[in-house]
């Protein structure tokens, strides 16, 4: 029978202990990396010498990895139970990974120099026939065999050689897959962590922080009160100005903390929310203010999503556009579109003043005023809507015209 064109048999003479591969370090820390030696056994790599000893018509089937003295078998069929690896100077694997490029194949281990006095020939488990495949990482490295065992002298088929290999470098994606879940769970790991220490953080300087700011305001208030009429008009003016940057201080500092309070967690926070029901609730937060007409007319009633980050998002927004409103009339329009599967697209529309076009970059950075209205603002509510939309996996953008309006576009994932 032909062997496969990438498939090696050897017949010759070759020493007992098998050597060792030149770039054996750098193998060694590549194997390493992957962090899988003595796991727990995993399905998805069962299913797979399952597979490679029926198409092969062997009764074991093995997924080795030739550590640096034994070799560990990541999955076992047909392997005597107990048998979780051999030490690595008996193993043949060990000489599989010796050339990357080529499938082994040993039609009779008992007449071959190499083994046919090694104790896995002439004892349990009783090798015979061996084929194995090299598992090459994606840096090119031999990290052991998906090898395929028979207890009596037999030969491969073009196609099932083909198979075991085909096999093989699906071996290898499900190493890089847990690979990568592994290394996505830790890092997630070290951003919550990192997450917590800049929470602490912030709540310190800001107790810190505020502290002095206190002083300073009451002691603002105890000159005015009884020196402001001895003062001249520069130094009242003067002392004003002190009490209102600590005031616009403080302030700073509360967003700081409303900021870093925004979590990731909404994530999994997601229930039922009526839209209307949503505006009801905003305005009667804001007070409801009387100077603006606030219309909702889109055809969604409720959707899927989180309803702490829907609300504060419709709050941040409508209070931004009454509060930097200029015109007698002021109107707030809401809508939400919805694409099935996709997205809910909502749109808050005012009349205002507008957003000057080289700030529309800058809007939702923290600290950062979109411009001049009838209340004094401290840049921080449309930073908390950004971190929110993005927190449940959407997307804000904002569109104005100065002198006619701005409008702001966010969108939600469809999560049912």
């Not at 640096?68 to 990541?74: G, L, N, S, Y």
């Not at 090898?147 to 198979?163: G, K, N, T, Y």
């Amino acid at each position: 029978m032909r062997p496969s064109p990438n498939t090696i048999s050897f017949n010759y003479l070759c020493p007992v202990m098998p050597p060792t591969p030149e770039n054996e370090a750098q193998r060694l820390a590549n194997l390493r990396k992957y962090a899988i030696l003595d796991s727990l056994p995993e399905d998805e790599f069962d299913d797979l010498t399952a597979i490679a000893a029926q198409i092969c018509g062997t009764p074991v089937s093995l997924i080795t990895l030739v550590d640096e003295d034994r070799q560990w078998f990541k999955s076992a069929l047909g392997a005597p139970e107990g048998m979780t690896g051999s030490p690595r100077d008996i193993a043949l694997c060990a000489y599989n990974i010796l050339e990357p490029e080529t499938t082994m194949v040993v039609p009779d281990a008992r007449l071959d120099p190499r083994f046919a006095n090694n104790e896995l020939v002439i004892k349990d488990p009783n090798v015979v026939f061996y084929a194995g495949v090299p598992l090459i990482s994606r840096e090119g490295y031999a990290l052991g065999s998906l090898c395929v065992i028979d207890h009596e002298p037999r030969q491969l088929a073009d196609s099932q050689l083909r198979a075991l290999e085909q096999l093989a470098r699906q071996v290898i994606k499900l190493f890089e897959l847990r690979h990568a879940l592994a290394e996505a769970e830790q890092n997630s790991r070290d951003r919550e962590q990192a997450y917590r220490i800049l929470r602490d953080f912030s709540h310190v300087i800001a107790h810190d922080l505020k502290a002095p700011l206190r002083n300073i305001r009451q002691a603002g208030e105890l000159l005015e009160e009884d020196y402001l009429k001895l003062l001249p008009e520069d130094g009242a003016e003067l002392l004003r100005m002190i009490q209102e940057r600590a005031v616009d201080a403080s302030m700073m500092i509360d967003g700081v903390l409303r900021y870093s309070q925004v979590t990731r967690s909404l994530q999994d926070a997601h229930e039922e929310v009526v839209v209307q029901h949503c505006i009801d609730q905003a305005l009667r937060q804001l007070g409801k203010p009387a100077e603006c007409k606030v219309e909702y007319v889109g055809e969604v009633k409720q959707l899927y999503t989180s309803s702490i980050a829907l609300l504060q998002t419709v709050q941040n927004l409508i209070g931004n556009a009454v509060k930097f409103n200029d015109k007698e009339d002021c109107r707030i329009v809401i809508d939400c579109v919805h694409e099935p599967g996709q997205w809910y697209t909502f749109t808050v529309e005012d009349n205002g003043p507008g957003i000057p076009p080289q700030n529309l970059n800058l809007i939702f950075r923290l600290f950062h005023s979109a411009g001049a209205g009838k209340t004094q603002s401290h840049g921080v509510g449309l930073s908390i809507v950004k971190r929110l939309i993005e927190a449940i996996g959407g997307s804000i953008t904002v569109a104005s015209t100065v002198g006619e309006g701005t409008k702001f576009t966010f969108k939600i994932p469809d999560r049912k």
